[in-house]
């Protein structure tokens, strides 16, 4: 410790030794008594000797401070010593902030160790209903309902790519592709997926004006739909579902996707995209995960779209996705 001290100090021990070079020459040259040269140096060492000390052991708690910090025996920021010089102030700064940054990591870790409980929590509920009517089904071997069968294995299906997709989400940064997306090769594609539930609960299905191309990733954009498309069909018994774009001068292109459901209560529509949140529809469908909306915002927001819904209780709901101005336009 001693002699790591002295090499922090080399700069200040050569000054010294400097200073006392240029005294003893000057002693010298004027011929100056050595009783009094040593009085001047008893003097200097009388108080020079006790500003060393102090200032090793003032280097020493410094050293014991940082070593506490870093083996974490020091947690709280009220355990640090109260800094005195201007070097322990910055050094104080630093561990504050250093200190400040892991209480912020573990309430971030903690919360999302949280949110995966939950979200495996209510998918193992959610996903245990389809495999119980499947069970049932198979059971009854008499008058099997294929065509429900279907329906519970595509339920399975959908809730185990949602927690793919929500896994996902925390890294979607790396997985995106901008490149022109025409919508109507992305609308097909969702649609496509979902035929059977059309079918199955005779829902008709109107496509407009969709023969345009917009900057986007259409892996994640065909997903987005896919999850629209999911909620209509949830939530609509009859009628029809239809998907359309639009372009205007002041706010490019809009993807719009209507249904004609039971609609969502207007205190209900700012927050249908926040994580879990169900609302009065979420108590009326006991299988509501409150985690599709969620996604799709999240996703929309990735790559820089936006998402907005209207509704009205008994009349269907819009959900209208902005691309914004883009350099392509409607063909």
């Not at 940064?173 to 022109?180: E, I, S, T, Y």
């Not at 998907?243 to 207007?266: H, K, P, Y």
């Amino acid at each position: 410790m001693f002699f790591q001290y002295l090499r922090d100090r080399k700069i200040l021990l050569f000054l010294l030794f400097l200073l006392i070079l240029i005294f003893m020459v000057v002693f010298v040259l004027f011929r100056i008594p050595l009783p009094a040269v040593l009085y001047a140096a008893a003097l200097f060492g009388v108080i020079g000797v006790p500003v060393a000390v102090k200032d090793f052991m003032r280097y020493c708690r410094q050293h014991r401070i940082l070593c506490q910090v870093c083996r974490g025996d020091i947690v709280f920021l009220e355990e640090l010593p109260v800094a005195k010089t201007l070097e322990e102030q910055d050094f104080h700064a630093l561990i504050m902030r250093l200190c400040q940054d892991r209480e912020l990591l573990l309430e971030t870790q903690m919360k999302m160790q949280q949110d995966a409980e939950n979200f495996y929590t209510l998918w193992l509920h959610q996903i245990k209903t389809p495999i119980a009517a499947m069970s049932l089904l198979l059971q009854q071997n008499t008058d099997l309902d294929v065509s429900q069968l279907r329906q519970e294995l595509f339920k399975i299906e959908q809730y185990a790519g949602l927690t793919l997709e929500y896994l996902r989400i925390g890294s979607i940064a790396a997985d995106l592709c901008a490149q022109p997306c025409n919508l109507s090769d992305v609308v097909r594609q969702a649609i496509k997926k979902y035929a059977p539930v059309f079918i199955y609960k005779k829902i008709g299905i109107v496509t407009e004006s969709l023969d345009c191309t917009v900057i986007s990733d259409e892996k994640w954009l065909v997903f987005v739909t896919e999850q629209l498309l999911s909620n209509a069909l949830k939530y609509t018994a009859a009628g029809e579902i239809r998907v359309w774009s639009e372009w205007a001068e002041d706010t490019g292109t809009m993807l719009f996707m209507q249904d004609t459901g039971i609609g969502i209560r207007s205190e209900d529509l700012p927050r249908v995209v926040e994580r879990g949140f169900t609302g009065s529809n979420g108590r009326i469908d006991k299988k509501a995960t409150g985690l599709g909306l969620y996604l799709c915002n999240m996703v929309c927001r990735k790559l820089c779209h936006r998402l907005s819904i209207t509704s009205k209780p008994g009349e269907g709901t819009c959900v209208c996705i902005h691309f914004g101005r883009q350099d392509v336009q409607v063909e």
